[in-house]
């Protein structure tokens, strides 16, 4: 029989046996399973590392939890939609349909060639009338809601996909370096950066166009508090959402405005605008209003300057307008000194950033000050360093300070001017703002879902009523820009409020709106009355473990956070958070850099082989960190593989076993438990690596047991079944094959999860200790130069070293001198003062070790269960005894780490 595994050859019955059981598929009366989901993948034609390395943390423990006894949910879908499809059609003169279906195809094939166990009668795909019927249903229940609006917009364009982006689509890259900014990136720097498309990098522009939004805004004080609780979620993930959040907290301050009586300005008494330090109001020299203000608008109407202005600033993108502006004919009173400021119209303040409308405080803060330089205005310092000096024309102080030229706050320090300026005086009112805007739900690309509104010239926009959903796209048609707004038969249709002409809308839906709650539809996907079932959700909702990558933190996993909470609005949900524990995967780097087929630097998942690909990337390192592909480290988990199946292969032939125990099979048979408490543990918590580490430790230890005499049959089997069991959730072809080899009940997929058959609180001690003796002994053997050891004793200590450290384990610091002088002098105790204070200090010095065993006993067993492993090694006589009298060796001896003599 063959002792060589090979992948290729057994995957596909194994996989027929697994499909003809419906091993993976859940029954819908399951109660409460456990939800395992990897975000589903964009078809982008075939698969990569960083899926592999996805679908394998998500396969492995969800395997893990199946053998547990747990109904497991765990599905697999595909992400259809979006601007790369139609690209791909355009180079391929294919359509977008064709092409997505031909990558569903291909891409499967690859998840189930790699073993994956889904239960695929739970497949959706985001493309089909029969998933996005329900995008536009759940958009109509928005919209009523409220939580839908349609208006003109300045947007970001690209130019080059023809579309408009989100902000969060749009990346901000450095002239300098080309590093992309994360969720943390600071809005007041994106003058000095670049913006791209984040799918094609062309630099983006900017669009007036009437578009939908949903508004997200509305959940931003929810979303940025529910964080909180996040607790299964990682840290970084939490704060880059945070920090997209943007929450601020300041103070709202009232300018009252005064403008030409011929002016439509006159009409708005007061500007608000909102600071976060309200200690330097004395310094502000002007007000500054966002183009898209309300008041700048009424300026334009009067103002042709203006307005030319606006109309410029509109189409530009934002790095472009720099610290330019337009002074305006109206003016700003203080709030607190009366006097009156000039009012701008500046391109550098954001409509929807704070309250659109800022007083420039040019001694302190950059943008104010770069603005007060160009247009020639005053700079006044109203905060001054202690000790220091600073050139307010040069520099802003941004930092604290004492107050000046503030009136009755001069020499207040800044903090306490800021409690005490906005609480004495009306103009302020506290406040908090969001840095999260809008999510812009429109896109002027054809391969989407297609909004559900018509545009009737009486009755303005109409909904789709829901008997005529879906809205289904047209056949494809390659044109420039929009394709929908090409085709007539798609574009003119009736109202259906009062039966006119009307015009649907050509925009289609941003493609996360797809996956921002197709994890729901995984609960019923056959469901035609709604877009799951509510009763299913409640139960079976939040997803238990959630992987991707943390690139999604204020996309995706934004969104469904906010989907979540609105569709619990709509009564649709209990639940407000779609996730308990989020995993965020690590990147699979080649030659130090993120594999890129542009970069050229791609292993295809199949190159080494399906399984030993995916046991590779959970051995290499932890889900959440970065890992380098090196042939020879995938060469470790091959030849793990060929190792276990030639141990199984060899056990199956073995005719020289003994039935008898002896004391070295109660170490193996103990090891065996320590093991599986141990990888147990590391599932838990994700830690695939060391669980691969322990396996491969087991089977080290198995195979020197074989080796050293003939290996009791039971324990040995048990000891073989157990690798089996420990290694099916990351290698279950293989796992399979042992199994099966060894004669384990049914398949290993559906075994149960192996339980140690001892108590294995104190494994960890029971392993360091027979550790540290070998290296010991090692250390001894070398230092010593001892060529050929022929007899080697270890040396337990006496039994009131071990009552002595109990003692002290459990006393405070500032008790130990009185425990020990009442130790000395109890009469049980064998020791005099001088070995007892020598003992103590030893203790001391070796404070933070791992703690022994409790006992001499015990620390004895061990050490005589274990000791074939020196006599294995050394080729020498072995003996374990306790200490019973002063001697040299007894001195030495100390709990948990035994005497050792060595002849």
């Known amino acids: 029989m063959t002792s060589h595994y090979d992948h290729a050859q057994v995957q596909e019955f194994w996989q027929y046996i697994w499909e003809r059981d419906d091993v993976y598929e859940l029954s819908p009366d399951a109660v409460d399973p456990t939800y395992v989901l990897g975000m589903f993948p964009y078809t982008s034609g075939t698969l990569h590392m960083g899926h592999v390395r996805n679908y394998a943390i998500t396969d492995a423990y969800a395997r893990y939890r199946r053998m547990n006894g747990d109904d497991v949910l765990h599905p697999m879908g595909w992400d259809a939609f979006g601007l790369p499809a139609e690209n791909a ?12 279906q031909a ?76 590093d992309e900014v994360d969720g943390a990136g600071d809005r007041e720097n994106r003058d000095a950066q670049t913006r791209v498309c984040w799918r094609c990098e062309t630099p983006v522009g900017r669009r007036e166009l009437d578009q939908w939004f949903f508004t997200i805004t509305d959940y931003a004080e929810e979303l940025h508090d529910g964080l909180d609780e996040l607790e299964g979620w990682p840290d970084g993930v939490r704060q880059i959402q945070r920090n997209w959040i943007g929450r601020q907290e300041g103070h709202r301050i009232s300018f009252e405005v005064t403008a030409p009586d011929d002016d439509a300005a006159t009409d708005f008494e007061s500007v608000d605008v909102f600071s976060t330090r309200p200690e330097t109001v004395y310094g502000a020299t002007y007000l500054a209003l966002s183009p898209g203000h309300e008041l700048a608008r009424a300026v334009a109407d009067t103002d042709e300057t203006v307005a030319a202005y606006v109309a410029d600033v509109r189409e530009r993108e934002p790095e472009s307008v720099g610290y330019d502006g337009v002074r305006t004919d109206l003016t700003a009173v203080h709030p607190l000194t009366g006097a009156e400021l000039p009012v701008y119209v500046a391109g550098y303040v954001l409509k929807d950033v704070g309250t659109g409308a800022v007083m420039g405080v040019p001694a302190h803060n950059e943008r104010d000050h770069e603005f007060a330089r160009a247009h020639d205005l005053p700079i006044e310092r109203v905060v001054v360093p202690d000790g220091e000096s600073v050139d307010a024309e040069s520099e802003p102080h941004l930092g604290d300070g004492l107050l000046t030229g503030s009136g009755e706050y001069d020499g207040l320090s800044s903090s306490t001017a800021a409690e005490r300026i906005p609480a004495e005086h009306e103009a302020f009112e506290a406040d908090v703002t969001y840095r999260l805007r809008d999510w812009l739900i429109s896109r002027q690309r054809y391969w989407g879902t297609p909004i559900p509104v018509v545009h009737c010239e009486d009755c303005g926009h109409v909904l789709v009523p829901d008997e005529e959903l879906p809205v289904e796209l047209p056949e494809f048609v390659r044109t420039t820009g929009n394709p929908l707004e090409a085709q007539e038969s798609f574009v003119e249709t009736t109202c259906p409020d009062c039966g006119g002409p009307a015009r649907r809308e050509t925009d ?198 074989r080796g050293y005499e003939r290996p009791q049959e039971e324990v040995y089997r048990r000891g073989l079944l157990t690798l089996a069991a420990l290694i099916a959730p990351m290698a279950p072809h293989l796992a399979e094959e042992l199994w099966n080899k060894l004669r384990g009940d049914g398949l290993v997929v559906e075994a149960d999860w192996p339980d140690p058959d001892r108590d294995t609180d104190d494994a960890h001690v029971e392993r360091r200790l027979v550790e540290t003796t070998l290296e010991d002994v090692r250390d001894i053997v070398d230092v010593a130069e001892i060529e050929a050891a022929e007899r080697i004793e270890l040396v337990v200590a006496e039994d009131w070293k071990y009552r002595l450290a109990d003692r002290l384990a459990a006393a405070e610091p500032a008790d130990t001198s009185e425990l020990v002088d009442r130790f000395a002098t109890d009469d049980a105790v064998d020791a005099g003062r001088t070995a007892i204070d020598a003992f103590v200090d030893d203790r001391n010095q070796r404070h933070g070790e791992l703690d022994p065993l409790t006992d001499a006993d015990r620390e004895r067993e061990v050490l005589e269960r274990s000791r074939w492993l020196l006599e294995d090694e050394f080729d020498a006589a072995v003996t374990v005894r306790q200490a019973t009298e002063a001697s040299e060796l007894a001195a030495k001896a100390k709990p948990g780490k035994p005497a050792i003599d060595i002849r």
């Open 508 to 705: 289609t839906m941003d493609t996360f709106v797809d996956s921002s709650w197709y994890f729901l539809r995984f609960l019923s996907p056959d469901i035609d009355d709604a877009p799951f079932d509510a009763e299913l959700a409640d139960e079976w909702m939040p997803i238990d473990v959630y992987v991707g990558g943390d690139e999604h933190a204020i996309l995706h996993l934004l969104y469904i956070r906010f989907f979540t909470r609105a569709l619990a609005d709509l009564g649709l949900l209990e639940i407000r958070e779609p996730v308990e524990r989020l995993i965020s995967q690590g990147t699979v780097l080649y030659d130090g850099e993120k594999m890129s087929a542009s970069k050229g630097n791609t292993v295809a998942p199949q190159e080494y082989g399906a399984e030993t690909t995916r046991l590779f990337v959970l051995a290499a390192a932890h889900p959440e960190q970065d890992f380098e592909w090196t042939a020879n480290d995938v060469r470790g988990v091959y030849d793990l593989q060929q190792s276990l199946y030639g141990m199984a292969t060899a056990f199956i032939d073995e005719t020289d076993t003994r039935l008898e125990r002896r004391e070295h099979d109660e170490y193996v048979d103990r090891e065996i438990d320590r093991t599986i408490a141990t990888v147990t543990d590391e599932y838990e918590r994700f830690r695939f690596h060391r669980a691969v580490s322990e396996i491969q430790g087991l089977a080290r230890l198995l195979r020197r047991y």
């Open 89 to 100: 059609a355009h180079e391929r003169a294919s359509d977008p349909e064709s092409w997505t």
């Open 103 to 178: 990558c569903i195809r291909r891409m499967r094939e690859e998840l189930e060639t790699m073993g994956f166990g889904y239960d695929w009668s739970r497949e959706i795909t985001t493309c089909e009338p029969e998933y996005y019927r329900w995008n536009q249903w759940l958009f109509k229940r928005l919209y009523e809601e409220g939580l839908v609006e349609y208006e003109a917009a300045s947007v970001n364009w690209c130019p080059d996909c023809e579309t408009v982006l989100a902000d969060a689509q749009v990346e901000v890259r450095s002239h300098e370096t080309s």
